[in-house]
């Protein structure tokens, strides 16, 4: 259960490490499924104590790209003069949906894009992230974590294939789905089919942007774009596969009830597994903080 606003939530699950079934980090470009084993001699994340992490969690908004990158600018900015002055004990997650938006990342080139980038059929922004170009838009969940890796691990590798970590469980613990990484590349795929695309930033050890999982989402902007600049792999959703499949899931008989149930459901989810990947206490933020910052 999601804890109400200004209090925290904590998830009591061991550090953990990625393996596959012969003992080794799985990658494989035909997409194997790694297996997660707990363990504490060995583990990802070694803190004694959870370090607390903001949360503003407007999951239910379609917020305009715009404005989530202004904050998520103004915040690390923010913490970064907390980290001059070694008081930077709180680390910010986001949550939230876009409206409708195509974001181009410093890999990015125009012949990626279907149409002509001085007229395009929606708002699209050059960012500072890493990756190619990617489309954003309702039935797809975002989270922007700003945190400081000197409190985790300082290895970008690493926090990117924790990233991908939190939406495998995700996929597999909820919905039932085996989800992959894919060598070379970086996201989550359910077999040729991209969930979850991942793009970040990182200042002075200090992460912005993050993961977007697609869940109920309109894929057909995606065929204005190469997402990801990747030809030969196709997108997916959640809802996309839940249809297709024949296998019961835990929470089959919610899917029924619509696009806001399956949000829901993804959405606590990803919380819970967010917090046991990178084992945090989550204190849940008015979201009029971030809108209203001098008030």
Known sequence: MIVAS??????????????????QISTS????????????????????????CKCYDMYKEAVPFAEAWAWQKSIV?????????????LDTLIVLQHQPVYTLGTASSENNLNFDIKDPPLPIYQTERGGEVTYHGPGQLLLYPIMNLRFQKMDLHWYLRALEEVVIRVLFSTFSLKASRVEGLTGVWVGDKKLAAIGIRVSKWLTY??????VSTDLSPFSGIIPCGIKDLGVGSIKE????SSRPSSTSSDH???DGKLIDIA??????????VFQLELCHQSVSILRYPDK
């Open 241 to 244: 596969l839940l249809r297709g």
């Open 267 to 276: 959405h606590e989810s990803l919380l819970k597994e967010f917090c046991e």
């Open 209 to 214: 942007h993050g993961l977007a999982l697609n």
């Open 6 to 23: 200004n209090s925290c939530l904590s998830c009591l699950i061991p550090p953990w490490t990625i393996r596959s079934n012969s003992g």
């Open 256 to 258: 029924d009830d619509g």
């Open 29 to 52: 470009r035909r997409a194997s499924a790694s297996q997660i084993t707990i363990t504490e001699s060995n583990s990802l994340v070694q803190q004694t104590n959870k370090r607390r």
């Open 77 to 89: 900015e923010e913490r970064k003069s907390l980290i001059d002055r070694n008081e930077d004990d």
